[in-house]
């Protein structure tokens, strides 16, 4: 995945987890700022309709005192014979006196409970009010009272007083009843609605409820879904709330307060249950704003992702890029590359550093080349010295020889002249081989590739030597072949490499002097072909090991030092890679990788047999 | 000085005198305002699809004239028509009509155009008119044909189209808003002569408390009074007069009984009923307690049945059958009194463990009924019960009293009714308005009113 894919992912992450953690956050935020308001708002309502629930009363009762001090009912008190001409007498005064003080109930009761007149039902005069046992006379605190009506019951504020004139008493029972009205009157916030319930029958009933907002269409609010918490109030006798949906929309939700609203008498019958209702939809929509919110953001975000990663790419993955590709210039070999430096950030500095680094590396190079060169020529120079000095000695000595013996001993000159002179020739011929050798490294050729098995070519080296490996006697070598036989074809000089070959093959001869186990082994390694030289020789130390490809360096006693500088030499003319493993006393291996490159070979390229008689050292 | 004395009480005598003959002497002028709760939708007489009622009798006495008129004796006397008689047996009656006569619209009075008035008032009959006399022909005898003529709604009315009428009473209609308002004018040229009184204006839909409102603070001069409110009207605010118990209220069952089990059932809820308090207490005393369908006062044996209520009695009917099913009870939603009836009576049935139920809606067992009885003569006012009430009709109409009380005797048998209360009705006036009268039907007589100072 390419650094800028990843930037983009990273920052899309980023933005996405950012903006769903505040969207989680403001969300359990506001649900308990609303389930809290939700609570205080319940308990104030409760508290208003408990204040408004007292404040009716009062009233209420203030107008039946009122009703009870005045004259027409004191004088109905006296008035009273408890015959039937009473009621004909009295039969509007309870009507007109409910008029005048604007009661919904209003009844006038003689000693025995008797109605002497009866504004919200007129007809019933001469009947007992079912309710006068529970109203006592001392009761004086407004109270709740279910009151039967012709056609119907209504839940209602009462107050009772009692007239007396004599030993005559009447009984004055006024009450307001508890209706949409008085729901309408309470003080609701927008969200917020009252219902009242009223407790009749065994089972729940919608047409007891009464909603002062009516049969709101949108949405339908079927009554029957209360009825669980109603059943609940009754079941429990205490306050409930629960959760009502009106729809599979949760905004259509509403969170009620069940509230019980009792009688008085010994029982306190349950006579109504207040429903206070808020509705959700503030809540709900408020969460799906914050929702869509941060879905909006998060696309949002995920978009400006996608812009920012391509500028931030623009401005940070390029010289990234850039670098990744100077580097790996670098890393084939290119040293002379440098960096576009934009900006002072770290990249910038990095650049920088990365532009000093290859300058400095160059630098390096160029003067590690030129002191190798340097050591290379003294290497040379010391060589050359000390092959040169070798048979310049011999000759030298010959020389004087020859000049000693015309002096002293004329008659010996012959003969001594015989023999110096062949061993001037022999020291000349060694000198020139060694002149020979120098002047063909330095005209080392360039590879003709065909394409060659590199089998076929260990396989000749083998053979080339294996007289060699026999004549050693006690000391004889054993040549091991390893060989990968489904080895690819590569494109090679198989003279070139048949050399090379021969090179290490000698190499690994003198490093086992008293024999040893020559292995020549070859194989696949990471689609190119590696041929492995090994001997259980002394083996080299890791210092010899790092200089043994310097041109010159051996680790012989005799020899130009020139061999393995071939080797390196025609290998890296293949494009390849030559290696040592070695440990002292373990022995040495030499690991030849070639690449396959069989696309350098050209069409019609000459093809060379490699035959056991071209050897060179 | 006593000079001086004998001359203040003389002047001061005179004057008195000059006043007190002043004030009894009728003078012309002035506009009655009349308000009535009825609502009527039309003025035609002859209209069935609208309800008989005191107030729309009233306005077509103003309007409209019969052939005859019956007074408060029975009497039969010359209305349109000068004179009639009878002939095959009572079953051909020949009205002569008086001349002169003009209908509001100038149009003379005609046989043909009578005629055309009593065939659409009465399909059924048959009559023709010729330029001075209309002739009715039965197949039955009518030997009170000449009462029936002159029952409100045989009223004689020349009808051009659907909304125009033209009456030959001794008011003509000025601007008509039905169930509102109506206006009606002196007829200048009236028959009878022209009234006193320059217009009427009634106002239509008004509650009896607005009505008593308006009396007393000025804005009505004449107005309807609730029976159960006359107990309380003050004789400061005017004068009452009530008519004789011309109203029947009854509970009418809407099919007959359906077997022996129903007919103990609604003799139950006749006996539980209590009358009695009913009378006393939510009609504040007005009217009288009934057991038959015709007051004492039209039949003569009105007391004869019983309206007593037997509260044990009734149990012991109820409990004799096993299973009693609730009924519904209907009665008039614009009515108040209606309604504090049906519950008192719903009360009474609940105790004689009957179940009732009051409804001013829908289609009910059985109904609670005002209805207005349409004359004195008994045959034809138990016949207009029976029609009002689905009862089987009198055969032997017009025959003895003991047929008259056996017929109203097996109406009542048919367990289809319970009569409750006769009552009359009340109305009253300012002190200004002079000479009027209510008739015994209950309407209205205007038609020499006038009121004491000119408005």
Redesign the interface.
């Known amino acids: 995945m390419s650094f800028r894919r990843k930037l983009l992912i990273v920052f899309a992450l980023t933005v996405f987890l950012s903006v769903a953690c505040v969207a989680i956050l403001v969300q359990w935020v506001t649900r308990n700022a609303f389930e809290k308001e939700e609570n205080q708002r319940a308990a104030a309502l409760v508290t208003q309709f408990q204040r408004e629930f007292t404040k009716r009363g009062d009233d209420v009762a203030r107008r039946v005192e009122a009703i009870a001090a005045s004259d027409s009912v004191m004088r109905m008190a006296q008035a009273l014979n408890g015959t039937?001409?009473d009621?004909?007498e009295y039969?509007?005064l309870a009507r007109a006196l409910a008029e005048n003080h604007q009661l919904d109930f209003l009844e006038i009761l003689d000693v025995r409970g008797t109605i002497v007149s009866s504004a919200q039902?007129?007809?019933?005069?001469?009947?007992p009010d079912p309710a006068f046992e529970s109203l006592a006379p001392s009761t004086q605190e407004p109270f709740l009272k279910l009151e039967d009506l012709?056609?119907s019951t209504a839940l209602g504020f009462f107050a009772v007083r009692v007239v007396r004139a004599g030993d005559r008493a009447v009984y004055v029972v006024g009450g307001r009843k508890l209706d949409k009205n008085f729901l309408s009157a309470l003080d609701l916030p927008a969200d917020t609605r009252a219902l009242l319930y009223q407790n009749r029958g065994d089972r729940f009933s919608p047409d007891l409820l009464l909603d002062p907002g009516g049969n709101d269409p949108n949405p339908p609010r079927p009554r029957e879904k209360l009825a669980p918490l109603v059943e609940a109030v009754r079941k429990y006798d205490q306050e409930i709330s629960g959760i009502v949906d009106w729809s599979s929309d949760r905004a259509d939700e509403e969170v009620f307060h069940a509230i019980p609203l009792r009688g008085v008498g010994k029982d306190r019958p349950l006579l109504g249950i207040l429903l206070i209702g808020n509705s959700r939809r503030s809540y709900v929509e408020l969460k799906r704003r914050i929702r869509d919110a941060a879905l909006l953001a998060g696309g949002g975000g995920i978009v400006l992702a996608i812009l920012l990663s391509s500028w931030a790419s623009a401005r940070v993955t390029r010289p990234v890029v850039e670098l990744a590709r100077a580097a790996q210039d670098v890393a084939s070999g290119n040293w002379n590359t440098s960096v576009e430096v934009e900006g002072h950030d770290e990249v910038a500095q990095l650049a920088d550093a990365f532009n000093r680094m290859t300058s400095e590396l160059l630098t390096q190079k160029e003067r590690l080349v030129q002191t190798e060169r340097v050591a290379a020529w003294r290497e040379l120079a010391r060589r050359l010295a000390h092959e040169l000095k070798n048979p310049l000695f011999p000759l030298q000595l010959t020389v004087e020889n020859l000049v000693r013996a015309k002096s002293q001993n004329p008659e010996m000159f012959e003969e001594i002249f015989r023999e110096s002179s062949e061993t001037l020739l022999a020291e000349i011929s060694n000198l020139k081989g060694i002149i020979n050798r120098f002047s063909e490294f330095s005209k080392m050729p360039q590879p003709h590739l065909q394409r060659v098995q590199v089998n076929e070519i260990v396989e000749a080296v083998s053979r080339l030597f294996q007289a060699q490996f026999q004549a050693r006697g006690s000391h004889a070598i054993v040549c091991r072949m390893q060989l990968d036989q489904h080895l690819k074809p590569i494109a090679a000089d198989p003279e070139l490499l048949h050399r090379a070959l021969s090179n290490l093959v000698l190499n690994a001869m003198d490093a086992m002097p008293n024999g040893g186990t020559l292995t020549l082994r070859t194989r696949e390694k990471d689609g190119k072909v590696a041929i492995e030289v090994s001997d259980t020789g002394s083996g080299l130390t890791p210092e010899e090991c790092a200089r043994i490809f310097t041109p010159y360096y051996t680790s012989k006693q005799h020899g130009t030092g020139l061999g393995l500088a071939i080797v390196q030499s025609v290998v890296s003319d293949h494009g390849g890679r030559i290696s040592v493993q070695s440990e002292p006393g373990k022995g040495t291996t030499f690991v030849i990788e070639l690449p396959s490159n069989l696309d350098a070979v050209p069409a019609t390229a000459p093809s060379k047999q490699v035959t056991a008689g071209n050897v060179s050292v | 000085m006593k000079r001086f004395v004998f001359h203040c009480l003389a002047v001061s005598s005179l004057t008195l005198a000059t006043l007190a003959h002043a004030e009894t002497r009728p003078e012309y002028g002035g506009t009655l305002r009349l308000t009535m709760h009825a609502v009527p939708s039309t003025l035609d007489p002859a209209d069935s699809r609208v309800p008989d009622s005191f107030a729309r009798r009233s306005l077509t006495s103003l309007i409209f004239d019969t052939l005859v008129v019956v007074d408060d004796a029975g009497r039969t006397k010359p209305g349109l028509a000068e004179s009639w008689q009878a002939a095959k047996g009572n079953q051909r009656w020949q009205f002569r009509l008086r001349h002169g006569v003009r209908f509001h619209d100038g149009t003379p009075l005609t046989g043909e155009i009578v005629a055309a008035s009593l065939r659409f008032a009465n399909p059924g009959w048959s009559v023709r008119g010729d330029a001075d006399s209309v002739t009715i022909d039965s197949e039955a005898s009518q030997p009170e044909l000449p009462v029936e003529v002159a029952l409100p709604r045989n009223a004689i009315a020349k009808r051009d189209g659907q909304e125009k009428l033209s009456g030959t009473g001794p008011f003509r209609i000025l601007d008509w808003q039905p169930g509102k308002k109506l206006t009606l004018a002196a007829e200048e040229d009236c028959w009878r002569g022209r009234p006193f009184l320059d217009g009427i204006e009634v106002e239509m839909g008004r509650s009896f408390h607005d009505q008593a409102t308006a009396l007393e603070v000025g804005r009505a001069d004449l107005i309807e009074v609730a029976p159960e409110q006359s107990h309380?009207f003050s004789p400061a605010k005017g004068r009452l007069a009530s008519s004789q118990p011309v109203e029947l209220i009854v509970l009418v069952f809407a099919r007959d009984s359906s077997s022996p089990d129903d007919k103990l059932l609604r003799s139950a809820l006749g006996l539980s009923v209590e009358r009695g308090?009913i009378q006393?207490?939510?009609l504040?005393?007005a009217g009288q307690a009934a057991g038959g369908l015709l007051p004492t006062w039209i039949s003569g044996y009105g007391f004869v049945f019983s309206s007593q209520a037997d509260l044990q009695k009734a149990r012991q009917l109820r409990d004799q059958v096993q299973t009693a099913r609730l009924w519904t009870l209907g009665y008039d939603g614009s009515d108040p009194l209606a309604r504090?009836?049906v519950?008192?009576i719903?009360?009474n049935a609940k105790d004689a463990r009957l179940s009732l139920?009051?409804?001013a809606v829908g289609l009910t067992d059985l109904r609670l009924l005002r209805i207005p009885l349409a004359c004195a003569d008994p045959w034809i006012a138990l016949e207009n019960v029976a029609a009002q009430t689905d009862l089987p009709r009198a055969q032997n109409k017009w025959s003895s009293a003991e047929e008259l009380f056996s017929a109203e005797k097996a109406a009542l048998a048919t367990d289809r009714v319970i009569p409750l209360f006769h009552l009359p009705v009340f109305y009253a006036a300012t002190s200004s308005l002079k000479n009027w009268t209510l008739r015994n039907n209950g309407s209205l007589e205007l038609s020499n009113a006038w009121l004491g100072a000119a408005k």
Do not use: M
Request: hydrophobic letters at 40%; glycine letters at 6%; aromatic letters at 16%.
């Open positions: 039937s001409s009621f004909a039969f509007d039902w007129p007809a019933k005069f001469g009947y012709q056609d | 309380h308090s006393s207490v939510l504040q005393g504090v009836l519950e008192r719903a009360l139920v009051p409804t």
